[in-house]
């Protein structure tokens, strides 16, 4: 609804004179239009990103981490396992998620950490979606789920846990996976852990032939 008040409209009240009636608002959440706050949230972001740099910097110079786990893990081969990796190429890795909407959902990410999708070459996010090509594949393949879900968090303001390093999320769904438990609750319910999940798609990853065998699926 849009809610405004001018001297045509005052005018009108005190003639008692009727004005043609406005289109009745569609259904849905009310809208009070307020330009103004442009300004104020433009400048709450840059301070929000000073303040996420000075985080970054204190980060790197105190734990010895990078800020991104997806980077400090792309940088760690060897802790693949434990850090739940089911696939590693040249340009990234997908992995499970440790904190799940549903059992299997993974995460997909540069070995490049940048903040934003056109942070990214050309052929960085072509290799990027490459990726995500490849776990959409094995997640299919794996779970049969009966949809997914894909997308991307850009920025902090938009739900990014990991702000500074772009990642894409791909959640399996089923009919009935949000119930009373998790609308009424507040509570997910997880029915593998992460160790089965892992297990179940690496070894789907190696029946399939890796990624060459995985990227002859894609192109046939």
Same mark, same amino acid.
């Given at each position: 609804?849009?809610?405004?008040?001018?001297?045509?409209?005052?005018?009108?009240?005190?003639?008692?004179?009727?004005?043609?009636?406005?289109?009745?608002? =569609?259904?849905?959440?009310?809208?009070?239009?307020?330009?103004?706050?442009?300004?104020?949230? =433009?400048?709450?972001?840059?301070?929000?990103?000073?303040?996420?740099?000075?985080?970054?910097?204190?980060?790197?110079?105190?734990?010895?981490?990078?800020?991104?786990?997806?980077?400090?893990?792309?940088?760690?081969?060897?802790?693949?396992?434990?850090?739940?990796?089911?696939?590693?190429?040249?340009?990234?890795?997908?992995?499970?998620?440790?904190?799940?909407?549903?059992?299997?959902?993974?995460?997909?990410?540069?070995?490049?950490?940048?903040?934003?999708?056109?942070?990214?070459?050309?052929?960085?996010?072509?290799?990027?979606?490459?990726?995500?090509?490849?776990?959409?594949?094995?997640?299919?393949?794996?779970?049969?789920?009966?949809?997914?879900?894909?997308?991307?968090?850009?920025?902090?303001?938009?739900?990014?846990?990991?702000?500074?390093?772009?990642?894409?999320?791909?959640?399996?769904?089923?009919?009935?996976?949000?119930?009373?438990? &998790?609308?009424?609750?507040?509570?997910?319910?997880?029915?593998? &852990?992460? =160790?089965?999940?892992?297990?179940?798609?690496?070894?789907?990853?190696?029946?399939?032939?890796? =990624?060459?065998?995985?990227?002859?699926?894609?192109?046939?």
């Amino acid at each position: 609804m849009r809610l405004h008040w001018d001297a045509m409209d005052e005018k009108t009240v005190k003639s008692g004179s009727e004005k043609p009636a406005e289109p009745k608002p =569609e259904a849905g959440h009310t809208a009070l239009q307020a330009p103004w706050r442009l300004e104020y949230l =433009e400048q709450a972001d840059k301070a929000e990103g000073a303040h996420a740099a000075a985080a970054e910097t204190g980060a790197r110079a105190g734990a010895g981490g990078s800020g991104s786990f997806l980077l400090d893990y792309w940088n760690r081969p060897h802790g693949d396992e434990a850090n739940h990796v089911v696939v590693r190429t040249g340009e990234g890795l997908i992995l499970l998620n440790a904190f799940p909407y549903t059992s299997g959902h993974l995460l997909v990410a540069l070995g490049e950490a940048r903040p934003t999708l056109l942070d990214y070459t050309a052929q960085q996010r072509a290799a990027l979606w490459r990726l995500v090509d490849l776990a959409m594949a094995l997640m299919l393949d794996t779970l049969r789920p009966q949809g997914v879900n894909v997308g991307v968090n850009q920025g902090r303001a938009a739900g990014a846990g990991v702000p500074q390093h772009l990642h894409v999320h791909l959640v399996p769904r089923w009919g009935g996976d949000v119930n009373f438990m &998790s609308v009424v609750g507040q509570v997910r319910i997880i029915p593998a &852990s992460l =160790e089965l999940m892992a297990q179940r798609y690496r070894a789907a990853w190696r029946a399939g032939g890796g =990624e060459v065998g995985w990227g002859r699926r894609l192109q046939g």
